[in-house]
């Protein structure tokens, strides 16, 4: 708690280039219309060397009524490759998205239409991709079992994992294809019920090959409980990534937040940290990279209605450019572990 206070008494001051310190990449997420901002540009390609698409990869974006629509990810794709930007791709089935799209298709066209997307997806960006999210968010919210919904109503509950992952091997056989999920390190029962379910894929035969916790943390979990859970996941020696990494300092329902902004910047630092440093312990071959879910606190999705307050700060620059207590606690940990 002691290295918490010190670093949240600090002003804001320079931090190294993050993606210097780190013995890993370092990304964030982007939209097509961030790449015109010439402060997003200037944070980005200083501090990360990874980008994943937030949203314009994603089905309810590419998947129209009439084909699909590759516009915005290709332009990201491309300015990846003119600035030596690493590209991880997200997300081709989730659970939230795809309904209506195939709503009334046979069985046998469903599990076609199925094939087809990922093969698309996957296929048009294979070499260019360092990995995939093939299945997002398979748990359900409360962690007792997995969702229910159109992709495992028609095409099984276990069977439409292993079948995209088997299309998206297929498409692209180079990249390292992902598990991916929130509230991991939050709720222990949903970390344990994850775990099972990546045993489950294992031994069905899906080619399986890494580990995404989205890592939206609440910094009110107690001590310990996030290095527990990156130590359970490591065991099955898949690289892990962690793929959506914010943490809010606000306290969603309950009791009024009576918590002063410096006790919870110290709550923030500590949680932040100990991500940083139980992830910085894995193998080098586990540590597929940390991504931070938006570069500046006014790009977070914490920050747009109805969310924003104005004062939430989970990202690690704030609006003006200038490092937050998340870049802090990032830089210390990737420096004490030279």
């Not at 997420?29 to 980005?44: E, K, P, S, V």
């Not at 960006?125 to 997002?136: E, K, L, M, Q, S």
């Not at 309950?254 to 100990?274: A, H, T």
Request: hydrophobic residues 35%; contains cysteine.
């Amino acid at each position: 708690m002691a290295s918490g206070c010190r670093a949240a008494a600090q002003p804001d001051i320079a931090v190294p280039p993050l993606k210097s310190l780190a013995p890993y990449r370092v990304g964030t997420c982007a939209m097509t219309g961030q790449l015109d901002d010439a402060g997003w540009t200037r944070l980005a390609l200083t501090h990360f060397n990874q980008i994943t698409p937030e949203w314009e990869m994603k089905m309810e974006y590419i998947l129209t009524p009439d084909g699909y629509r590759f516009d915005a990810p290709d332009r990201i794709a491309s300015w990846c490759d003119s600035h030596g930007m690493a590209l991880h791709g997200t997300t081709l089935i989730w659970y939230s998205q795809g309904e209506e799209a195939f709503r009334g298709l046979s069985r046998a066209d469903y599990g076609q239409r199925f094939d087809r997307y990922i093969a698309a997806v996957a296929g048009r960006y294979a070499g260019r991709v360092r990995g995939w999210d093939v299945v997002n968010e398979a748990v359900a919210e409360d962690g007792v079992g997995l969702r229910s919904h159109h992709w495992s109503q028609n095409l099984g509950d276990i069977d439409h994992m292993r079948r995209a992952f088997d299309q998206a091997k297929q498409a692209d056989p180079d990249a390292v294809l992902f598990l991916n999920d929130y509230n991991l390190e939050n709720n222990p029962r949903k970390g344990a019920t994850f775990l099972k379910l990546v045993e489950q894929l294992l031994k069905a035969g899906a080619p399986v090959g890494g580990i995404g916790s989205q890592s939206h943390l609440n910094i009110e979990i107690p001590e310990g409980r996030i290095s527990a859970f990156i130590h359970e996941a490591a065991q099955f020696g898949l690289p892990l990534h962690i793929s959506e990494l914010d943490a809010s300092r606000r306290r969603e329902g309950g009791p009024p937040d009576v918590r002063s902004v410096s006790f919870r910047s110290r709550q923030q630092f500590d949680r932040v940290k100990e991500l940083t440093d139980a992830y910085s312990r894995l193998p080098e071959q586990q540590r597929y990279g940390l991504t931070l879910w938006g570069v500046r606190d006014t790009d977070s999705w914490l920050r747009r209605p109805p969310h924003d307050d104005g004062r939430d700060s989970p990202l690690a620059f704030d609006a003006s450019g200038q490092p937050t207590t998340v870049a802090r606690a990032l830089s210390e940990s990737w420096l004490r572990s030279q």
